[in-house]
T-cell receptor, first 112, second 112 residues
Framework: GNSVTQMEGPVTLSEEAFLTINCTYT??????LFWYVQYPGEGLQLLLK?????DKGSNKGFEATYRKETTSFHLEKGSVQVSDSAVYFCALLNNQGGKLIFGQGTELSVKP | NAGVTQTPKFRILKIGQSMTLQCTQD?????MYWYRQDPGMGLKLIYYSVGAGITDKGEVPNGYNVSRSTTEDFPLRLELAAPSQTSVYFCASGRRGIETQYFGPGTRLLVL
């Protein structure tokens, strides 16, 4: 079946450090891929998405490229800020009823 | 435009009690979803609906019921609360099944 695997957290970085959060997936067909972010005490917000192979999603300095050959969608940011501290979820959307399959989430803590 | 709203924000239930978690969206979305989020885990789909009058089970439906009498509302019913239902519940909506889902702020439920 479809599944998403993320690197385990928590990830602790200093401000302005480079961020990578790994995400790999297993899916039949050609799913869409998403990164959602959950700030403390809030619901999930869409951060970025990619709908086909080699697409790059980007938003707020974050980027992720849909790599079909490695079944990956790693999240990157060149210089993190304290305000980026949150839990990040990788997810895939199959084309059967629009069901999102989530990874377990990766907590990011950025220290000043 | 309020987006997706959920009530209550927090509730404590005793084992065996029942309650309804409310979810309303004002974006005229056809698709609506209920997820639960357990600590350190990703979100699991409980039930979803592709339109008024149509509902279907997700990955973890046992112990829950839903109804969809209008496009806007998608309440989740717990009939006999159990400690295993202690979780954070998120409602989400989307225009179509293959498009971005928008999440509510969540309801934190504690069953003692």
């Amino acid at each position: 079946g479809n599944s998403v695997t993320q690197m385990e957290g928590p990830v602790t970085l200093s401000e302005e450090a480079f961020l990578t959060i790994n995400c790999t997936y297993t899916a039949t067909g050609y799913p869409s891929l998403f990164w959602y972010v959950q700030y403390p005490g809030e619901g999930l917000q869409l951060l970025l998405k990619a709908t086909k192979a080699d697409d790059k999603g980007s938003n707020k300095g974050f980027e992720a490229t849909y790599r079909k050959e490695t079944t990956s969608f790693h999240l990157e940011k060149g210089s993190v800020q304290v305000s980026d501290s949150a839990v990040y979820f990788c997810a895939l959307l199959n084309n059967q009823g629009g069901k999102l399959i989530f990874g377990q989430g990766t907590e990011l803590s950025v220290k000043p | 435009n309020a987006g997706v709203t959920q009530t209550p924000k927090f509730r404590i239930l005793k084992i065996g009690q029942s309650m309804t978690l409310q979810c309303t969206q004002d974006m005229n979305h056809n698709y609506m979803y209920w997820y639960r989020q357990d600590p350190g885990m990703g979100l699991k789909l409980i039930y979803y609906s592709v339109g008024a009058g149509i509902t279907d089970k997700g990955e973890v439906p046992n112990g829950y019921n839903v109804s969809r009498s209008t496009t806007e509302d998608f309440p989740l019913r717990l009939e006999l609360a159990a400690p295993s239902q202690t979780s954070v519940y998120f409602c989400a909506s989307g225009r179509r099944g293959i498009e971005t889902q928008y999440f509510g702020p969540g309801t934190r439920l504690l069953v003692l």
